[in-house]
């Protein structure tokens, strides 16, 4: 430990005292509330900063432990054996960073921008909420602890689709024309779908973190990453990986678990499905990384094939609904089962280059499609619709700044070199490829002959990928014009907007052309998960 240690416990502390504040601040304003607000998430990120600098350099380790260089061990509950044991590494710091900096911008968006059903203070408390719950499980390096941090996030989000959501909804298969389903009922029934399925999937991985608890006598993921897990029997880690891969792939989202996505990205303010898209989602593959990479190698020399082929489907089933899809928000949506689909088949590699592919598309995809709701968030506010058929051409010409980030979202989204989607699907792709059988000493070959098939169908994802993001820009830009808007009044971006969106905009130049510092921030954490855990385990055979 480090003397900035304090800083881990302040980082999920102040965004959850923040929105405990807001509950007890009844007099306040909106406006107040979310200034309030973006002051905690701005604090919040300072505190990230602060906390990544001081756990650098990441190829350091605790002598003897193998934990990260910045973290803290507490004693919580004794009774239950429960501590508060909170790291940060190379893995962890870029997902809290993204985390406090889409907190900033929800917070700061909610400024000006205010939801249509009130109570602005009510919403940013639970924006706060979601953020100290997904900065406490990047953070948490004991199995308990990452389950109630991860089922913190809950509870503020179904609030946040159920309160604040759309009123109306396009309908996924009647014409344009027809009556709109929406209003408290859509709003519930998507809220109540996203808690229905992700606390069932919390309640399958309890089962498995409670069997690692009981066969390894520990729930330190120290502990268990240097070896206690890879110690269990080979049955035990297989039934452990089953239950918790099933659980974690729900939020991931895996196809086929992903039908709560579409409704409830659609169907949440702009605020929601930037948190849905940036910060949810990742919690699901990192803990992926986190718990069944350095964990439980034989679990998941048993399930990679699976789960890289599940990552593949949701890659082509995301690509083809999208390209048949009319409603933008929607699109996006469902745009983000097919990017999910990369990172679980760099986690199915088992490889260097495919987990910090995985890594790298986390982070790449939080970024652009956070972008892309605040861009269509802004259109739609505007006309009323995101339906591609009502709003017909000419975007660019009507709201020129909107426009062009619509495009930027849109070609970054399509994986184009030189911006942040490329290197991670690159790389996750090349790590299945090179994850066949294992040939003399390189202890690679988790998807074993399924490896360059899965590596060539991902291909051909790409390619759909291009097909309907090149689709949206040509029905928004150069198809027919429709006529009701040619001389509607609209104000383009605001100045508003546009800083919200700035951040994400350099950031999704920076991943692109510089690629170099997250890979370094990664790659020593990278090695040492696999180094403990699955070449060690295929070094040495089944235990």
């Keep these: 430990m480090t003397s900035a240690n304090w800083l881990l416990p302040a980082l999920v502390a102040v965004p959850l005292l923040g929105s405990l504040a807001l509950f007890g601040l009844r007099r306040i304003s909106d ?18 900063i602060a906390a990544t600098w001081a756990a650098a350099p990441y190829d350091v380790t605790v002598a003897g432990s193998g934990g990260p260089h910045l973290q803290v061990d507490l004693r919580w509950i004794p009774a239950l054996g429960l501590r508060l044991h909170l790291g940060l590494d190379g893995v962890s710091a870029p997902l809290v960073l993204l985390t406090a900096l889409l907190g900033v911008l929800v917070c700061g968006h909610l400024i000006r921008v205010r939801p249509e059903a009130g109570r602005t203070r009510w919403l940013v408390a639970c924006v706060l909420a979601v953020v100290g719950g997904a900065v406490g499980t990047f953070t948490a390096l004991d199995l308990l602890l990452f ?4 089922e913190t996030v809950l509870v503020p989000m179904w609030f946040i689709v159920a309160v604040w959501g759309d ?4 309908a996924a298969t009647e014409p344009v024309w027809a009556p709109a389903p929406g209003g408290e009922p859509a ?4 809220a109540n779908r996203f808690v229905l399925y992700t606390a069932t999937g919390s309640a399958v991985m309890l089962l498995g973190i409670i069997l690692i608890a009981l066969r390894a006598g ?24 089953v239950l918790i891969v099933l659980g974690l792939a729900v939020k991931s989202p895996m196809f086929p678990l992903h039908t709560w996505l579409p409704p409830a990205h659609t169907i949440a303010p702009t605020g929601g499905s930037v948190l849905l898209a940036g910060v949810l989602l990742k919690m699901g593959t990192y803990g992926l990384v986190r718990l069944v990479v350095p964990v439980l190698p034989a679990g998941m020399e048993a399930l990679a094939p699976y789960l890289g082929a599940f990552g593949v489907a949701g890659i082509l089933w995301g690509g083809l609904a999208c390209l048949v899809e009319r409603d933008l928000k929607r699109l996006v949506a469902m745009s983000s089962v097919a990017h999910m689909g990369f990172v679980l088949l760099g986690i199915s590699s088992m490889t260097p280059q495919g987990l910090q592919g995985a890594l790298y598309a986390n982070i790449g995809h939080g970024i652009v499609s956070a972008l892309l709701f605040f861009v269509v968030g802004a259109v739609k506010d505007r006309h009323h619709t995101s339906d591609l058929v009502l709003l017909g051409a000419g975007l660019r010409d009507r709201l020129p700044r909107l426009g062009w980030l619509l495009a930027l979202g849109a070609i970054a989204g399509l994986g184009l070199p030189g911006l942040a989607v490329f290197w991670g699907e690159l790389l996750a792709i090349a790590g299945a490829w090179n994850a ?16 360059r098939p899965l590596a060539v169908l991902a291909v051909i994802g790409t390619a759909v990928a291009a097909a309907y993001w090149l689709r949206v820009l040509y029905s928004v830009w150069h198809g027919e014009r429709e006529p009701r808007w040619t001389t509607a009044v609209m104000g383009d971006a605001t100045r508003h907007e546009t800083a919200t969106t700035a951040p994400l905009v350099i950031a999704t130049l920076a991943l692109g052309l510089l690629p170099g510092p997250l890979l370094a921030a990664t790659s020593p954490t990278v090695q040492l998960m696999l180094s403990q855990g699955w070449f060690a385990y295929r070094a040495g055979g089944a235990p």
Aim: proline share 6%; aromatic share 8%; hydrophobic share 50%.
């Design 436 to 451: 066949g059988p294992a040939s003399g000493a390189d202890p690679a070959g988790a998807l074993g002959a399924w490896a």
């Design 31 to 48: 406006t107040s509330a979310a200034w309030f607000g973006t002051a905690v998430a701005v604090v919040t990120l300072a505190l990230g």
């Design 147 to 150: 389950f109630i941090a991860f």
């Design 187 to 190: 709003r519930r029934d998507a």
């Design 167 to 170: 009123d109306r909804q396009p």
């Design 218 to 241: 520990t729930t330190d993921l120290v502990e268990l990453a240097g070896g206690a897990g890879a110690r269990l029997p080979q049955g035990v880690q297989v039934t452990a990986a």
